[in-house]
């Protein structure tokens, strides 16, 4: 498998080690930026394996291990995206918006008008790349207990 195709729940992938490898390794730098910390602290690998049999595993690959990920699901006429994730080594090449046009084929698909997701408050880094992905905030919201906005949503009709 090329390095930049976008497999959409592929039959043959097993490693979940590494998955979440990937995974941990880009949400760690939200460590001590977030509050309340990121979801990510509490999925293991049989979380992250029960996540992909839920949900839609849109996953980029070299030969030895996953480089790219996204997570993705119907909720009404959306498709929501979540758990994005590239490997710091492939980073700067594509690999995210691939998967986000992977996610917006997928969501034409099943129907859906548009994708949907949220980030932190604190990740502006975040909301500018989703803007160039052609996501526009559509509204701000409160963990529970929080007082305060703490995580954004996005919208991007596909």
């Known amino acids: 498998m090329q390095a930049d195709t976008v497999a959409i729940n592929p039959p043959d992938f097993q490693d979940f080690d590494a998955l979440h490898d990937l995974l941990q390794g880009a949400f760690s730098e939200m460590d001590g ?18 996540k992909a049999q839920a949900e839609d595993l849109l996953i980029i690959r070299t030969p030895d291990r996953p480089i790219a990920c ?3 699901q119907k909720q009404g006429f959306s498709y929501y995206i979540g758990k994005l994730a590239v490997a710091k080594t492939h980073r700067r090449l594509g690999l995210a918006r691939r998967l986000i ?3 917006a084929l997928r969501a034409q ?6 994708l949907t997701l949220q980030t932190r408050v604190e990740l502006v880094e975040n909301h500018i790349t989703f803007a160039r992905l052609g996501f ?3 509204g701000a919201e409160a ?8 995580s954004l949503s996005f919208r ?3």
Do not use: E, K, N
């Open 33 to 50: 930026r977030i509050d309340p910390p990121s979801s990510m602290t509490r999925l293991d690998v049989a979380g992250l394996r029960a």
């Open 70 to 72: 996204v997570f993705g």
């Open 101 to 103: 046009d992977a996610a």
């Open 109 to 114: 698909v099943l129907g859906c008008t548009a």
């Open 136 to 138: 526009v905030q559509t």
């Open 143 to 150: 963990h529970p207990g929080y007082d305060r906005p703490t």
């Open 156 to 158: 991007r009709l596909v």
